[in-house]
C-alpha cells in the first residue's frame, strides 16, 4: 500500500505563485509515474502535470509555462511549482502515482485558491 502525504496550497492572490509536495511511502522508482490533478466545484478531475521515471514531463495546455513539476529521489516527494497564477486555477489539487504492478494511488488533495 501506498500512501501520498501532500502540503502547501492556500490562498494567493491573482499572479502569485504556490508550490506544493507529495511525499510518497516507498521509493519513487518503483513508481511509473508521478503527476497532479485538479477537481473545480462542479467540474470533474483533469489531468494538471506528470513526471515519468525517466524524468521526462507533460503539462495540460491550461497550465503549460505556468506549472513546473519535479521530482526530488531523495526525499520521495513529487513537488509542484505554480506561478503567474489565475482564478481558474482554484480547485482541489491531488498527488497522483501509478505502479505498474498495482495501480493508482492518489492524496488526500490540498485546496488552492486564487482570489483578490
Known amino acids: 500500500q501506498v500512501q501520498l502525504v501532500e502540503s502547501g496550497g492556500g490562498l494567493v492572490q491573482p499572479g502569485g505563485s504556490l508550490s506544493f509536495s507529495c511525499a510518497a511511502s516507498?521509493?519513487?522508482?518503483?513508481?511509473?509515474?508521478m503527476g497532479w490533478f485538479r477537481q473545480a466545484p462542479g467540474k470533474q478531475r483533469e489531468f494538471v502535470a506528470v513526471i515519468v521515471r525517466d524524468g521526462s514531463t507533460n503539462y495540460a495546455d491550461s497550465v503549460k509555462g505556468r506549472f513546473t513539476i519535479s521530482r526530488d529521489n531523495a526525499k520521495n516527494t513529487v513537488d509542484l511549482q505554480m506561478n503567474s497564477l489565475k482564478p481558474e486555477d482554484t480547485a482541489l489539487y491531488f498527488c497522483n502515482v501509478f505502479r505498474i504492478t498495482t495501480g493508482n494511488y492518489w492524496g488526500q488533495g490540498t485546496q488552492v485558491t486564487v482570489s483578490s
Open positions: 516507498g521509493s519513487i522508482f518503483s513508481f511509473s509515474t
